[in-house]
């Protein structure tokens, strides 16, 4: 799809001009992109499918849900009959496809799990998308897929060479989609990007994680050193990285979607402590810090080029600062985790904020 294809005029009366399904719009980063979408393209008619999953939540789109250009549809993108006769109803043209297992800690435990969703789940997606002749099909991948390095910094051409369960789902599920552009010339596009934080992230990923303990008066738990870094973009900073590729991205081609923005873990906790506890003392910021057992595999970094998204016109824009005290003021009661309703969610979310050890 060329740029001028995204912001062609309104479809005929009543019609929308495209229609955009997204998948896992109920979750972190995707329902930031739904809202985005249905609040600037008023023509297109933005299709959440999700299965509700125990991370997502429908709070995370309320400002939008009863906007005339979004609908939410239930379901799996692993049953594979639904997927096909959802393709054939909705006549989607264009399809984001964020619905993934996405904790690595847990696809330790659950590989199988990760597998099916996330390779089986995406194949049958690129499938169903395929035979209705969906003008752009976005696959969301991970720098994980990467695996770590220290120095060696990589480029959408370096070899994929995953270390956890996630990435690897992740990588199998990229061959998938790119087999597709390979064999029929279907106009996929891949992006890898690297961590993304902001409001409505799940309490498992380390960002959430630390603000939730810390506000329950629990310490940080940081696997190994905690030296390992991770680099974080802001939600709104990816989000525009996909209207990006969606408008100029060529069929067929990976882009990295990176920041320079690197900090260690234990660094990331110790900010944290001074924005949540107000304390600048080393020995205080030490009392909220418990060093726990490393996971199996753990990278040390994931160091990323992204000049090739940035020859497309993108960069993160929003500061850490900003965005990490937007951030802070997240509730955990956005996931009903302390409401009692859902008992599933609690169990789950004590687990996190209880035990240490692999879910810490
Ligand atoms: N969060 C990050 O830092 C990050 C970084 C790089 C790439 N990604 C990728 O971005 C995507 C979104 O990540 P996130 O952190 O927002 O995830 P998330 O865990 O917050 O949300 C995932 C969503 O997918 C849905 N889902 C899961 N299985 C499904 C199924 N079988 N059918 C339909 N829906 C299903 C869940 O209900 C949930 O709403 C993932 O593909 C992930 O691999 C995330």
Request: overall charge neutral.
């Given at each position: ?23 896992g719009?109920?979750?972190f980063?995707?329902?930031h992109?739904?809202?985005?979408l ?11 499918l ?12 309320e400002?939008i ?19 096909k006769?959802?393709f054939?109803?909705e006549?989607?043209?264009i399809?984001?496809h ?7 800690d847990l696809s ?29 099909f976005i696959?969301?991948s991970?720098?994980?897929v ?7 910094e990589f ?12 990435a690897?789902?992740?990588?199998a ?15 996929v ?5 690297s961590?993304?934080?902001?409001p409505h ?12 303990l810390?506000?329950h ?8 050193s ?14 525009e ?7 100029k ?8 979607i990176?920041?320079?923005?690197e900090m ?9 402590i ?17 060093y726990?057992n490393?996971r199996p ?6 160091p990323?080029k992204?000049?090739?998204i940035?020859?497309?016109?993108w ?6 600062k ?17 409401s ?8 789950y ?9 692999i879910?810490?």
């Amino acid at each position: 799809m060329s740029a001028a294809g995204w912001e062609e005029p309104w479809g005929p009366p009543g019609g929308f001009a495209k229609r955009v399904l997204v998948t896992g719009g109920a979750g972190f980063i995707a329902s930031h992109m739904i809202v985005s979408l249905v609040e600037d393209y008023p023509n297109y008619m933005i299709i959440n499918l999700d299965k509700l999953d125990y991370c997502a939540s429908l709070k995370n789109l309320e400002t939008i849900s009863n906007k005339q250009n979004y609908k939410f549809i239930q379901g799996d993108i692993c049953d594979s009959h639904f997927v096909k006769l959802l393709f054939e109803t909705e006549k989607i043209d264009i399809v984001l496809h964020f619905a993934a297992q996405t904790h690595v800690d847990l696809s330790f435990v659950r590989a199988f799990e990760f597998t099916y969703v996330n390779v089986y789940g995406t194949h049958v997606l690129v499938s169903a998308a395929h035979e209705a002749r969906v003008e752009k099909f976005i696959y969301v991948s991970t720098d994980e897929v990467y695996g770590g390095s220290l120095d060696k910094e990589f480029d959408e051409s370096s070899p994929k060479q995953p270390t956890n369960p996630y990435a690897s789902s992740k990588a199998a599920a990229e061959c998938f989609v790119q087999s597709y552009w390979e064999r029929y010339k279907f106009p996929v596009v891949i992006t890898r990007s690297s961590n993304v934080y902001g409001p409505h992230q799940y309490p498992e990923k380390v960002i959430p994680k630390f603000i939730s303990l810390l506000q329950h008066n629990r310490k940080c738990c940081i696997h190994g050193s905690g030296l390992q870094t991770r680099n974080f973009l802001y939600a709104t900073d990816v989000v525009e990285a996909f209207l990006t590729v969606l408008k100029k991205g060529k069929p067929g081609e990976i882009y990295n979607i990176g920041t320079n923005f690197e900090m260690s873990v234990v660094q990331l906790a110790k900010e944290l402590i001074q924005l949540i506890k107000e304390t600048n003392s080393e020995s205080e910021m030490e009392n909220w810090v418990d060093y726990v057992n490393d996971r199996p595999t753990n990278d040390m970094r994931y160091p990323m080029k992204s000049e090739k998204i940035h020859g497309l016109g993108w960069r993160p824009k929003v500061p850490w600062k900003e965005g990490i005290k937007k951030t802070s003021k997240l509730s955990i009661n956005h996931f009903g985790v302390k409401s009692g309703k859902c008992k599933g969610k609690t169990t789950y979310f004590q687990n996190i904020i209880q035990t240490s050890g692999i879910l810490c």
